[in-house]
């Protein structure tokens, strides 16, 4: 099979926060789709290896702010790239995006926050089932809540990949010889050749199949 039919899929790319205790944190992701319209159920797949699917599991509870074109990659780095584990996101001390953009992050009426800048739109969910698949936690929500924030187009993943990503330089090996290896999903740069089978990339959790050689 030819793996890379699936990049044909059309999806969206999204802000996942959540709360626990005092404690906020949140995550990208691109897998929050409408199941039905009566009731309004969406479905949302999480990484385990994220500390945000940790944090839904305790608490049932999750918004999604969905990522507009006029997003800078810099917020995309900022809840993509650093764990929940090691820094507080929402904190001023988290690095530059959120030290700029603080006033950006509001409070729904659940008690969650939720994005302004670089979205177009937030909803609210109750987690009501849970599938185990394996790497990932498909969690079927009830949407409790939600607002449009403005008329920017949604930003689709393949959007995000032409426009707002940085591109990575093609450079075919390191000025020490090493091979190059970028991860399509999120331009993770893995040196070295063979990148091992069980490599996963330490910044979207995708496996090694997701990454291809750097060629000059």
Not at 21 to 40: E, F, H, L, S
Not at 59 to 71: F, P, Q, R
């Amino acid at each position: 099979m030819d793996t890379k039919v699936m990049n044909n899929l059309s999806y969206g790319i999204f802000v996942c926060t959540v709360r626990e205790g005092d404690k906020d944190n949140g995550c990208i992701i691109n897998t929050v789709t409408q199941v039905t319209a009566t009731p309004n159920v969406v479905s949302v797949a999480i990484n385990k290896t994220n500390y945000t699917h940790d944090m839904i599991l305790k608490t049932g509870e999750l918004n999604v702010s969905i990522i507009n074109e006029d997003c800078e990659f810099d917020m995309i780095k900022h809840f993509g790239f650093q764990s929940g584990r090691d820094v507080n996101k929402f904190s001023v001390d988290s690095g530059e995006w959120m030290k700029e953009n603080i006033d950006s992050c509001k409070r729904s009426a659940n008690g969650l926050k939720y994005i302004t800048k670089g979205v177009n739109s937030y909803i609210s969910c109750k987690v009501k089932e849970r599938v185990d698949l394996g790497t990932h936690t498909l969690f079927i929500c009830e949407v409790t809540g939600g607002e449009i924030l403005n008329d920017v187009p949604s930003a689709t993943y393949a959007y995000y990949h032409q426009h707002i990503k940085t591109q990575v330089e093609k450079v075919g090996t390191t000025p020490e010889g090493k091979t190059v290896w970028k991860c399509k999903i999120c331009g993770y740069i893995y040196e070295g050749d063979p990148i091992p089978d069980n490599f996963i990339c330490p910044w979207c959790k995708h496996p090694a199949s997701d990454f291809e050689k750097v060629v000059e």
